[in-house]
Nanobody, 125 residues
Framework: VQLVDAGGGLVQSGGSRELSCTAS????????VGWFRQAPGKEREGVAC????????YYADSVKGRFTISRDNAKNTAYLQMNSLKPEDTAIYYC???????????????????WGQGTQVTVSS
């Protein structure tokens, strides 16, 4: 069971970036998926989450209107499209999955069992 997140890099302020999270060893269909981030010296925080049943989403206030979470179960992959990036978005971004064949949107760090290795996103001013 593995999650591989990718797509990080250096981007200028105001730019865009798409992160991907590909599952292997299990089907993502029945899993809630979340994207989290951790900046130096700060706690890991939920950024965006999506349930497994109908695509209901949650976004942190700091990213609403700029980030979009989506999933493509046929590709066993989830995505985080990040637009209008700001220097304060700089962090290591992690995807996570939790077996949850329901309408529940899970936004807490402790609600997820499987984690990707993280991908660094750096936004320059």
């Amino acid at each position: 069971v593995q999650l591989v997140d990718a797509g990080g890099g250096l981007v200028q302020s105001g730019g865009s970036r798409e992160l991907s999270c590909t599952a292997s060893g299990f089907r993502l269909d029945y899993y809630a998926v979340g994207w989290f981030r951790q900046a130096p010296g700060k706690e890991r925080e939920g950024v965006a989450c999506i349930n497994s049943r109908d695509g209901t989403t949650y976004y942190a206030d700091s990213v609403k209107g700029r980030f979009t979470i989506s999933r493509d179960n046929a590709k066993n992959t989830a995505y985080l499209q990040m637009n209008s990036l700001k220097p304060e978005d700089t962090a290591i971004y992690y995807c996570a999955a939790d077996f949850s064949p329901s309408m529940v949107v899970r936004s807490g760090v402790n609600e997820y069992d499987y984690w990707g290795q993280g991908t660094q996103v750096t936004v320059s001013s």
